[in-house]
C-alpha cells in the first residue's frame, strides 16, 4: 500500500466488538486476565494499550520499520533512546540541534559522565571514530536548518560499530524515511507535524534491528515515559492527513522563502527549497521535498525581537508542524539553553513554522511587519 493509504489504514481495523471505523480510545489502567499470567496480550497500560499499539504500528509503517514504541514527548522519546548508552561512552551530536536535546545532553546527562561532542553538520560523518557508541542527528537541524548527509554518518558510524539516531520531526516520514538510508533509529517529536494540530504532546522512537527494539521495549517500559491512550489516538488522526498537510505546507514554505529571499530587510533566508542555500542539493537527494520551517535572519537582534511582535496571523509561540503559522526568535525562546555554548543561535535569527492558510494572506502579514523594518532602516 501506499503512504497514504497506511497512513489511514495500517493498525486501525475496525474495532472487532462494535465495528468502529475508528480506533477507540481504551481509557484503561489494567486488563482482566483469564488466569495467572494469561491475557489478550494486555496486563497493564503503561506496558501497551490497543489505541498506543494502533498508533505504533501506523507510524513504524510510515517510517519503514518493524518495530515503533510511542512516548509521552519527543523528550521521553530522546530521554528513553540515550539509555542504549552508558556513563563515559561517547556520543557525537550536531551542534545545530533543537534547544531542549541540548540541555537534556549537557546539563542532565554530560555531569553523570556521558560523553558528548557538539560537532558542525559537515563535520559529523568526520567525528566519529573507535570509541563512539551513539550518533545524533538533526536533517534538517533546528533551527538553522543544516542538512546532515544521512549516509555518509551511516558509513562512518557502520566503520566504527556505532548507532545512528535520526531526528526526522521536521521533515516527518512523508519526505525523509532515515531507516531507509541506513539509521538505525528515528526519533520523533510527534507533538509537531505527525500530531499536527498544537492540541497535544507526545513522541516516538522506531527501528529495524530487533536487538534495539528488544531494548527499547524494556526501557519504555521501565521508564514508563508512555502517552496517555487520548493522546496516542489524536496523533493516529493526524497521522490520517499528514500526506496532504505536508504537501500544502512545503507549498506555503517555498513561497514564503521565496518572498523572504529578495526583501531588504532581511539578511539572509535559511531554507533547503531554495537553490542558494548549501544544502539544497543534498537535501534533494535524500528528501522528497523541502519542509514547512523557514528561517531568516533579521538586521539585528533588536529588530528580529520588534518583527515578531508586528505580526497579525503568525502568532508568537513556540512549537512548530501545527496547521497554524508560528513565529519566534529562538535564541530567546526555544533555543536560549544554547546561550552558554559555542554554537548558540543568533540573537537575530527568526524562525517561521508555516502553516497551511492561504499564503497570501501569510506573506500579506509578513510584509506588513517587514514594511515597518525597511522604513527604520
Given at each position: 500500500?501506499?503512504?497514504?493509504?497506511?497512513?489511514?489504514?495500517?493498525?486501525?481495523?475496525?474495532?472487532?466488538?462494535?465495528?468502529?471505523?475508528?480506533?477507540?480510545?481504551?481509557?484503561?489502567?489494567?486488563?482482566?486476565?483469564?488466569?495467572?499470567?494469561?491475557?489478550?496480550?494486555?496486563?497493564?497500560?503503561?506496558?501497551?494499550?490497543?489505541?498506543?499499539?494502533?498508533?505504533?504500528?501506523?507510524?513504524?509503517?510510515?517510517?519503514?520499520?518493524?518495530?515503533?514504541?510511542?512516548?509521552?514527548?519527543?523528550?521521553?522519546?530522546?530521554?528513553?533512546?540515550?539509555?542504549?548508552?552508558?556513563?563515559?561512552?561517547?556520543?557525537?551530536?550536531?551542534?545545530?540541534?533543537?534547544?531542549?536535546?541540548?540541555?537534556?545532553?549537557?546539563?542532565?546527562?554530560?555531569?553523570?559522565?556521558?560523553?558528548?561532542?557538539?560537532?558542525?553538520?559537515?563535520?559529523?560523518?568526520?567525528?566519529?571514530?573507535?570509541?563512539?557508541?551513539?550518533?545524533?542527528?538533526?536533517?534538517?537541524?533546528?533551527?538553522?536548518?543544516?542538512?546532515?548527509?544521512?549516509?555518509?554518518?551511516?558509513?562512518?558510524?557502520?566503520?566504527?560499530g556505532a548507532v545512528v539516531v535520526v531526528?526526522?520531526?521536521?521533515?516527518?516520514?512523508?519526505?525523509?524515511?532515515?531507516?531507509?538510508?541506513?539509521?538505525?533509529?528515528?526519533?520523533?517529536?510527534?507533538?509537531?507535524?505527525?500530531?499536527?494540530?498544537?492540541?497535544?504532546?507526545?513522541?516516538?522512537?522506531?527501528?529495524?534491528?530487533?536487538?534495539?527494539?528488544?531494548?527499547?521495549?524494556?526501557?519504555?517500559?521501565?521508564?514508563?515515559?508512555?502517552?496517555?491512550?487520548?493522546?496516542?489516538?489524536?496523533?493516529?488522526?493526524?497521522?490520517?492527513?499528514?500526506?496532504?498537510?505536508?504537501?500544502?505546507?512545503?507549498?506555503?514554505?517555498?513561497?514564503?522563502?521565496?518572498?523572504?529571499?529578495?526583501?531588504?530587510?532581511?539578511?539572509?533566508?535559511?531554507?533547503?527549497?531554495?537553490?542558494?542555500?548549501p544544502g539544497h542539493e543534498l537535501a534533494?537527494?535524500?528528501?522528497?521535498?523541502?519542509?514547512?520551517?523557514?528561517?531568516?535572519?533579521?538586521?539585528?537582534?533588536?529588530?528580529?525581537?520588534?518583527?515578531?511582535?508586528?505580526?497579525?496571523?503568525?502568532?508568537?509561540?513556540?512549537?512548530?508542524?501545527?496547521?497554524?503559522?508560528?513565529?519566534?526568535?529562538?535564541?530567546?525562546?526555544?533555543?536560549?539553553?544554547?546561550?552558554?555554548?559555542?554554537?548558540?543561535?543568533?540573537?537575530?535569527?527568526?524562525?517561521?513554522?508555516?502553516?497551511?492558510?492561504?499564503?497570501?494572506d501569510l506573506v500579506a502579514d509578513l510584509?506588513?511587519?517587514?514594511?515597518?523594518?525597511?522604513?527604520?532602516?
Amino acid at each position: 500500500m501506499d503512504f497514504e493509504t497506511r497512513a489511514i489504514h495500517k493498525g486501525q481495523e475496525p474495532d472487532p466488538a462494535t465495528g468502529a471505523v475508528t480506533v477507540p480510545i481504551y481509557q484503561t489502567s489494567t486488563y482482566v486476565q483469564e488466569a495467572v499470567g494469561e491475557h489478550k496480550g494486555y496486563d497493564y497500560s503503561r506496558t501497551a494499550n490497543p489505541t498506543r499499539r494502533a498508533l505504533e504500528l501506523c507510524l513504524a509503517s510510515l517510517e519503514s520499520a518493524e518495530y515503533g514504541f510511542a512516548f509521552s514527548s519527543g523528550m521521553g522519546a530522546t530521554t528513553t533512546v540515550v539509555h542504549l548508552v552508558s556513563p563515559g561512552e561517547r556520543i557525537v551530536v550536531v551542534n545545530d540541534v533543537y534547544g531542549g536535546t541540548y540541555r537534556l545532553f549537557s546539563k542532565v546527562y554530560a555531569p553523570k559522565g556521558y560523553e558528548f561532542d557538539f560537532v558542525s553538520h559537515e563535520a559529523v560523518a568526520g567525528a566519529i571514530g573507535e570509541g563512539t557508541r551513539l550518533v545524533w542527528v538533526e536533517t534538517p537541524t533546528n533551527p538553522l536548518l543544516n542538512v546532515v548527509d544521512i549516509r555518509a554518518v551511516v558509513e562512518a558510524a557502520r566503520a566504527a560499530g556505532a548507532v545512528v539516531v535520526v531526528d526526522n520531526t521536521f521533515a516527518t516520514p512523508y519526505l525523509q524515511r532515515p531507516l531507509e538510508l541506513g539509521a538505525d533509529i528515528v526519533v520523533h517529536s510527534t507533538t509537531k507535524y505527525v500530531g499536527g494540530h498544537s492540541d497535544l504532546v507526545s513522541g516516538f522512537a522506531c527501528t529495524n534491528d530487533p536487538t534495539i527494539a528488544e531494548r527499547l521495549a524494556f526501557l519504555q517500559n521501565s521508564l514508563g515515559a508512555v502517552p496517555g491512550p487520548f493522546d496516542a489516538w489524536l496523533v493516529l488522526r493526524g497521522l490520517k492527513t499528514l500526506a496532504v498537510r505536508m504537501q500544502r505546507h512545503c507549498q506555503n514554505a517555498r513561497a514564503v522563502a521565496e518572498y523572504l529571499e529578495g526583501h531588504p530587510a532581511v539578511e539572509r533566508v535559511l531554507y533547503p527549497g531554495l537553490p542558494a542555500h548549501p544544502g539544497h542539493e543534498l537535501a534533494s537527494r535524500q528528501m522528497s521535498d523541502f519542509g514547512g520551517i523557514v528561517s531568516f535572519l533579521a538586521p539585528s537582534a533588536e529588530e528580529a525581537t520588534a518583527l515578531v511582535a508586528r505580526t497579525q496571523l503568525w502568532k508568537l509561540a513556540e512549537s512548530l508542524g501545527g496547521v497554524e503559522s508560528l513565529i519566534e526568535v529562538p535564541a530567546a525562546m526555544t533555543h536560549a539553553s544554547t546561550a552558554d555554548s559555542s554554537f548558540a543561535a543568533p540573537p537575530n535569527l527568526v524562525r517561521l513554522s508555516v502553516g497551511i492558510e492561504s499564503v497570501d494572506d501569510l506573506v500579506a502579514d509578513l510584509e506588513a511587519a517587514l514594511v515597518r523594518s525597511t522604513a527604520r532602516a
